[in-house]
């Protein structure tokens, strides 16, 4: 089949779907068009810049090719196991999460003669981020459980870690869970052949920097927005959470709440990343523990955001959507409560910001579906979820990919947007 006769036979199989599923593909008012499918992603050329968020049903994956061909990922999580609350591991369970966005990654990168991936961000110790121990798994001779981000190492070097606990591991608690542990030795056994390991440091606009062609590209920006409590305001920075001396040690910040988040900027484009920062204040009592707030607020209106703690109802609260208001919203969601009713009524809502915007999810389960009508009004509720966005950063596109299998196809395609 040539090019040609695909478009035409993709546009009509669209059609046919939008006709079928209408909930699903309904537009949001103003929001672009669905374009017909290509059979692929256009591989990666330089002055584009891509954010694919990796869908394994199994954790948070970010992998980020910018503009001059620097490569960056934020967080690597597989968690392991069956409950009710999760889906099954995808494409299967034949090799583990990480192993399955290394591939990922290694396709992407090397249809575009990339190799290795410049650095690796953490936002925090959670296994739904860096990788969980698998079962019945047993340390190798460098001393640690490949899993997550060590995973990914395996398939397509890391050349550079940076979180938000390194060198100590000790705040607000010594990192003591085995999973944790682990990632730790994974760190200090790269660190022997080569790999470097940072410190998040908040406020910097310096330390995602593009490392090829950085000039050429001089709208571009990635900054520390927060990490541990610590928010960057615009002009300096400031500690939010109270001294650990003045607190019980229940009490003490969340390991969610310690999450570093980033904003990147390339021309008009704005994309904000958070890992688990939640809006909770414990009904009130405690107001330092809404860390998301002031971090959205210090981040400012964006073109892309991602949920904060998967959609979960303690995340995403509304002066984060006000604060953020951008047209896309994406979801990264692998348990049956993600995201919950009340944060999708949130993102949604017209009475908290009049623009229209799209909402994409990673994942919703059917049982999510079911109690969740809100759902509904989701652009798309599975598959990979990428972002392409124009050289000079004044559009952008929203592709979906399946992840069914490692084919890679373009199941859905919207925009262009307008930065």
């Keep these: ?19 079928s599923h209408p909930a699903l593909y309904a537009l949001t008012e103003q929001a672009p068009a669905i374009t017909p499918v290509e059979p692929a992603l256009a591989p990666w050329a330089p002055g584009y810049l891509e954010i694919h968020h990796i869908a394994t049903n199994r954790g948070n994956c970010a992998l980020f090719i910018l503009p001059d061909g620097t490569t ?23 090799r583990r999460p990480g192993e399955w966005l290394g ?28 990788g969980g121990i698998p079962p019945q798994s047993k340390p190798n001779a460098a001393g640690y459980i490949p899993s997550g981000v060590s995973d990914v190492d395996a398939i397509v070097p890391i050349r550079r870690v940076v979180d938000r606990a390194w060198p100590d591991y000790t705040y607000p608690l010594p990192a003591t869970a085995d999973f944790q542990q682990n990632y730790r030795a ?37 900054r520390n927005l927060a990490a541990n409590g610590e928010v960057w305001d615009g002009q300096t920075t400031n500690k939010l959470f109270p001294e650990l001396s003045t607190l019980k040690q229940a009490d003490y ?61 303690n995340a995403d609260g509304p002066e984060y959507v006000r604060a953020l208001r951008p047209q896309v919203f994406i979801i990264p ?6 995201p919950t009713v009340n944060v999708l009524n949130q993102l949604f809502s017209k009475a908290i910001y009049p623009g229209p915007r799209d909402v994409f999810a990673t994942l919703i389960k059917e049982e999510n579906h079911i109690a969740n009508k809100k759902t509904d009004d989701l652009r798309s509720r599975a598959g990979h979820i990428a972002v ?19 084919n890679d196809r373009v199941t859905a395609t919207f925009g262009a947007y307008t930065s």
């Design 72 to 94: 960056m990922m934020v967080d690597a999580g597989a968690l392991y196991g069956t409950t009710p609350y999760l889906t099954a591991p995808l494409p299967s369970a034949e």
């Design 186 to 222: 994974f760190l200090l056994a790269r660190q022997k052949s080569g790999m470097k390991v940072e410190r998040f440091r908040v406020g910097a606009n310096d330390q995602f920097n593009l490392q090829h062609k950085a000039a050429t590209y001089p709208s571009f920006e990635i």
């Design 333 to 338: 969601a692998w348990d049956s409560a993600h």
């Design 388 to 406: 392409r966005v124009d050289p000079g950063g004044a559009t952008f596109k929203v592709h979906i990919l399946s992840n069914q299998d490692e």
């Design 103 to 130: 591939r990922y990654v290694q396709r992407r990168l090397k249809l575009s003669n990339l190799e290795a991936i410049d650095t690796f961000m953490l936002t925090h110790l959670h296994a739904d981020h860096l």
């Design 253 to 313: 910040p969340s390991e969610n709440c310690c999450s570093a988040a980033i904003r990147l900027r390339y021309g008009k484009f704005g994309y904000y990343t958070g890992g688990d920062l939640p809006s909770d204040s414990n009904y009130g009592r405690d107001p330092w523990r809404d860390i998301e707030t002031p971090v959205a607020r210090a981040c400012g209106p964006v073109s892309v955001a991602v949920a904060n703690h998967h959609g979960y109802f």
């Design 1 to 19: 089949m040539n090019r040609r006769s695909f478009l035409r036979t993709s546009a009509a199989l669209l059609a046919a779907e939008q006709l």
